[in-house]
Nanobody, 125 residues
Framework: QVQLVESGGGLVQAGGSLRLSCAAS????????VGWFRQAPGKEREFVAA????????YYADSVTGRFTISRDNTKNTVYLQMNSLKPEDTAEYYC??????????????????WGQGTQVTVSS
């Protein structure tokens, strides 16, 4: 079992930055691939970014490439999502998720076994 807790969300103006954190407890966190997903009201959940267990491989949705950076510190059992140049369309509840099964597709929610409770990001225009 892995427990995930997101933090760092808030209200920011367009063009601003936020850094989200996903803190894990439980099993050895460094064994897990971690992804960030988001869901806006009335929309389906969508993939944002993912990072391999070592941090050596990262993946991004086209909509955030060049603006968001995912990273991890396994000594702190934490994954980060640095979000720069935020746009109103980035407004959503952001969730982190973890999985040990790297055969599953990183970009699908079904590829993850554990989820956090979410943190709200609101970008004003």
């Amino acid at each position: 079992q892995v427990q995930l807790v997101e933090s760092g969300g808030g209200l920011v103006q367009a063009g601003g930055s936020l850094r989200l954190s996903c803190a894990a407890s439980g099993r050895t966190f460094s064994d897990y691939r971690v992804g960030w997903f988001r869901q806006a009201p009335g929309k389906e959940r969508e993939f944002v970014a993912a990072i391999s267990w070592s941090g050596g491989t990262t993946y991004y949705a086209d909509s955030v490439t060049g603006r968001f950076t995912i990273s991890r510190d396994n000594t702190k059992n934490t994954v980060y999502l640095q979000m720069n140049s935020l746009k109103p369309e980035d407004t959503a509840e952001y969730y982190c998720a973890a999985s040990r099964n790297v055969l599953r597709f990183y970009g699908s929610g079904s590829g993850y076994d554990y989820w956090g409770q979410g943190t709200q990001v609101t970008v004003s225009s």
